[in-house]
């Protein structure tokens, strides 16, 4: 085994710091008993848990990001794997064309998108509504399940699924029996990826919310331009937590190594 | 169904219905979004019917705009170098580490991505204020009298991005040192060389690819980022992006805020196809 | 006078043991292969010498120099890897060069000495080109080369024949043998490939679970098994089991299946034994001649020769007879079976782990 020297050992730990810093203050100054922003906290404090309770705006805002990522990523999702079996395995003219337009959505600056989905929507008028939120979203996030399901496909042993033909089976059945079944780690994976995602979005959502449709990071992201006190670290530490979750989640069902390496993660 | 199976329509019909929503709500948009910037703008007639090069004309010849479109990128730049000089040597340190460290140190670090941005950058708010946890702590120590100011500068938001964009190049420098066969160091190390010398004649050289396009991950990503320099610099040290969230939804300006993310996205673009070509022609025999 | 002198080297992995008291002397010059199945500790004893691998216990001694208090970079060996882990991002000349450029060697002297190495395996017109462009019998001479050229006093080669394809294997079987005694170098081979060990080596050393069974000339070794292992391992044999009913000056006596054998002279106590006889040394004969007969269950034409399956009262026996063009017996016909008893070799019972 080849070791790590001291000062990679060293440069290790600060980077470590560097990474959990950020998350580690906010947790902190959630717990605080005091009125305003301090850490590490004077006490230990539940009173700006019980603030977000108070606030039903914010918790209204957790509602309607939890709907939206769940009826993109499912809408997603259903647009993708398709797409992702028609691209991974076919040999068209068009093709990689296809692949790139599927994957643009990661290329094209997100303020661009941004605005581009509030003229259209507002040209047709249904800029703030939910309709127009969850197909947004569900560009935004199609990128991603694109990626995991053709991970999958492109592992896929092909020969089976002929052997599933030879034995008599309809295109239908070799989907739902053979195909489904050995790419469902890559869709389950895409799906709670794109559903963080969304969960997540900011950039592209501030520009087409209404006050009706607000989103959580929205709502997050607009009283902090506006004020940094306690209650925003304590509904943060709340959405980090539940992050955590997912991603635990995430690493039952698909493993994060994978997810987060691709296929050759050891 | 099986004149489909070995039907030439067959990837068109699968990918049909997210090639109509992708047509429909992203393509349509977009040009759209071109066509708006080239149209005039007047705070009492509202959007002309005509079009026009005048937003163009206006950005370019406006000092300000330059100002803003300079920064941008040279935050972006900062980023990429930061994410390369920290992220290189971290992502080699992991790929040496045992396996438990290993996956450990991978959920660190790369963990983060998961997290909304929003909330990462409110930590960095939070560390970096006149009244913040480093200063507060430096305070302490008696090593400044006078906070740093770090809130509301472009160091500070540089330093907020590398913590949001490093994970992608460490992605990008672990995929490159994944593909690296093990004995490579073994047989540099056989050869006499010693672990400086193995990083950089040996490791170094053969995650080039790697580390180029991680920066061009980080790089496009950092110049149109939007909630961290919102955030961090927000009215008096102002991007691209939060420029055009001003426009349209501040002033109300749409087809000049058009017209700037137009040149953010071509100038993004620009760059990205020129390095993917200065890459190519430089690594394209050598590697791969 | 040994050259290199590995005295009880152990390597264990917390309680799993992968090399246990390997002790082995090897002359200056001279070709030895590692010998054994896949698992056997053959490959952790390589990167033990290397220095990549520190041994638990046991000592290295390279031309009077211990080993174990030199770190790797500094071990001066020539390694040959598996994969040949040649510099993608390198040209061959480059590749080569690189031993010298840690040494200091100057730029002149470094050209000229990589122009010699390349000419020693045969690549001088392949100077520039990366590895990548390159077949790969191609690395493989270019993976030799860049260890040949800082003139090791020791060369290992981790197999380096097993990434090629059949035909190409047994082209660099006959490189490596030239290219050794070209260069002169000491040299361990690592393989579980029994043919490249025996044509390539002075001496076989035979490792299984992590011990050494054996080491001998090849011939030594196919001909003298000290275990129905070795002899399974080197080749193919037929192994019976039976008692010894005595040992005499002239020879020794042995019964299976109420059969009673004539053997060569043994040293065995009296009791179970086990009895390795090689195919080839059976012979067909007329019956009256016959040892044993038995009716032939299965026959394989092979090219240059013919295994048969006989069933006989002893066993089934595996037979191999060179071929000559003509008729042979065929599955269901009845042969007979003879051999000299200076051809069997009485073997100590396995015991099973």
Redesign the interface.
């Known amino acids: 085994m080849r070791r790590n020297g001291a000062f990679a050992l060293v440069f290790n730990g600060i980077f470590a710091l560097f990474m959990v810093a950020p998350l580690v203050v906010v947790i902190g100054v959630a717990f605080t008993p005091e009125g305003y922003l301090e850490f590490p906290p004077s006490g230990l404090s539940f009173r700006w848990f019980q603030a977000i309770l108070d606030n039903p705006d914010f918790i209204e805002a957790a509602w309607i990001s939890l709907e939206l990522g769940v009826v993109s990523a499912t809408l997603a999702t259903a647009f993708a794997v398709p797409a992702a079996l028609a691209i991974g395995r076919g040999r068209f003219a068009g093709r990689e064309g296809m692949q790139a337009l599927f994957l643009s959505p990661l290329t094209v600056p997100t303020v661009v998108l941004g605005i581009a989905f509030l003229r259209f929507l507002s040209l047709f008028d249904i800029n703030g509504t939910f309709v127009g939120l969850v197909l947004c979203h569900a560009i935004i996030i199609t990128p991603f399940i694109l990626r995991l399901v053709l991970a999958s496909v492109a592992g896929l042993d092909r020969s089976l699924e002929k052997a599933a033909i030879s034995l008599g089976a309809s295109d239908w059945t070799v989907f739902r029996r053979v195909t489904l079944p050995l790419i469902l780690p890559g869709v389950v994976g895409g799906w709670v990826l794109a559903f963080i995602t969304s969960f997540d979005e900011l950039t592209v959502t501030v520009f087409i919310v209404n006050p009706s449709t607000t989103t959580l990071p929205v709502r997050l992201f607009s009283h902090i331009t506006q004020t940094t006190d306690p209650l925003v670290a304590s509904i943060s530490t709340v959405v980090i937590l539940f992050t955590v979750l997912l991603m635990v989640v995430l690493d039952r069902l698909y493993g994060l190594d994978r997810l987060l390496m691709g296929e050759g993660a050891r | 169904?099986?004149v489909?199976?070995s039907s030439?329509a067959?990837?068109?019909l699968?990918?049909g219905?997210?090639?109509a929503?992708?047509a429909s709500?992203?393509?349509?948009?977009?040009v759209?979004?071109v066509l708006?910037s080239f149209r005039e703008f007047s705070f009492y007639g509202g959007i002309s019917d005509t079009l026009g090069l005048s937003n163009y004309i206006e950005i370019l010849g406006d000092g300000y705009f330059y100002e803003i479109f300079l920064r941008t990128f040279l935050i972006a730049l900062g980023t990429t170098v930061l994410c390369v000089l920290?992220g290189v040597?971290?992502a080699y340190?992991?790929h040496?580490?045992?396996?438990l460290w290993r996956?450990m140190?991978?959920?660190?670090?790369?963990?983060?991505?998961?997290?909304?941005?929003?909330?990462?950058?409110?930590?960095?708010?939070?560390?970096l204020?006149n009244?913040g946890?480093i200063n507060?702590l430096l305070t302490r120590m008696e090593l400044i009298e006078r906070p740093l100011k770090m809130m509301y500068t472009s160091g500070g938001i540089v330093l907020?991005l590398t913590?949001v964009m490093?994970?992608f190049m460490i992605?990008a420098v672990?995929?490159s040192l994944?593909r690296q066969?093990p004995?490579?160091?073994?047989?540099?190390?056989?050869?006499?060389?010693?672990?400086v010398?193995v990083f950089l004649?040996?490791v170094l050289?053969?995650c080039?690819p790697g580390i180029l396009s991680g920066s061009l991950i980080v790089f496009?990503l950092s110049?149109?980022a939007?909630?961290t320099p919102?955030?961090l610099g927000?009215r008096r040290v102002k991007v691209?992006?939060t420029t055009?969230?001003d426009e349209?939804?501040n002033t109300l300006n749409?087809p000049l805020?058009?017209a700037i993310?137009?040149l953010?996205?071509v100038s993004?673009m620009t760059i990205?196809v020129a390095w993917t070509r200065l890459v190519e022609r430089r690594h394209g025999?050598?590697?791969? | 006078m040994s050259f290199l002198d590995l005295r009880s080297l152990t390597k264990r992995f917390g309680d799993i043991s992968a090399v246990e008291d390997f002790s082995l002397s090897v002359a200056k010059g001279e070709f030895v292969s590692l010998l054994g199945p896949s698992g056997c500790g053959k490959t952790t004893t390589l990167q033990m010498i290397a220095g990549f691998i520190n041994p638990t216990s046991g000592s290295m001694i390279l031309n009077g120099k211990n080993l174990a208090a030199i770190p790797a970079r500094a071990r001066g060996l020539g390694i040959v890897f598996q994969t040949y882990a040649l510099f993608p991002h390198m040209t061959v000349a480059e590749n080569v060069g690189f031993g010298l450029e840690m040494r200091k060697v100057p730029k002149a002297e470094r050209k000229r000495r990589v122009a010699e190495a390349l000419d020693l395996v045969h690549l001088s017109h392949l100077t520039d080109r990366h590895p990548q462009a390159m077949s790969g019998g191609q690395r493989q001479r270019v993976a030799l080369g860049r260890a040949l050229v800082i003139q090791p006093e020791l060369l290992l080669l981790d197999e380096p024949l097993s990434n090629l394809d059949a035909k190409l294997r047994d082209e660099m079987r006959l490189e490596l043998r030239r290219i050794h005694k070209e260069a002169g170098v000491t040299t361990l081979l690592v393989t579980h490939d029994q043919d490249e060990a025996m044509a390539l080596s002075d001496r076989v050393a035979v490792m299984r679970q992590g011990r050494l069974e054996q080491v001998d000339t090849p011939f030594e070794a196919y001909e003298g098994p000290r275990s129905t292992f070795i002899s399974g391992f080197l080749g193919k044999t037929n192994t019976l089991r039976g008692d010894l009913l005595e040992t005499t000056e002239s020879g020794s006596r042995f019964r299976r299946e109420g059969l009673i054998l004539d053997g060569p002279v043994a040293h065995h106590i009296p009791g179970p034994v086990e009895v390795c006889l090689r195919p080839e040394r059976i012979d067909l004969v007329e019956a009256d001649e016959a040892l044993v007969s038995g009716i032939v269950s299965e026959r394989i034409f092979l090219g240059n020769q013919w295994l048969f399956r006989v069933d006989t009262p002893l066993g089934e026996l595996m037979i191999c007879r060179r071929n000559r063009g003509r008729r042979e017996a065929e599955p269901g016909e009845t042969v007979h079976l003879s051999w000299k008893p200076e051809h069997l070799r009485i073997l100590p019972v396995e015991v099973q782990g």
């Open positions: 169904m099986s489909f199976s030439a067959r990837p068109w699968l990918s219905p997210a090639l929503l992708f709500l992203l393509v349509t948009p977009i759209m979004t708006l920290l040597p971290e340190f992991i040496r580490m045992g396996p996956s140190m991978l959920l660190v670090v790369l963990g983060p991505l998961l997290i909304s941005v929003v909330v990462r950058t409110l930590g960095w708010a939070i560390l204020g009244k946890v507060d907020a913590h490093i994970p992605l672990w995929a994944q066969d004995d490579s160091e073994r047989a540099a190390e056989s050869l006499g060389a010693g672990p010398t004649r040996v050289p053969q080039v496009s110049a149109s939007f909630a919102a955030i927000g691209v992006s055009v969230y349209f939804l749409w805020g058009a993310a137009v953010l996205l993004i990205m025999e050598a590697l791969q």
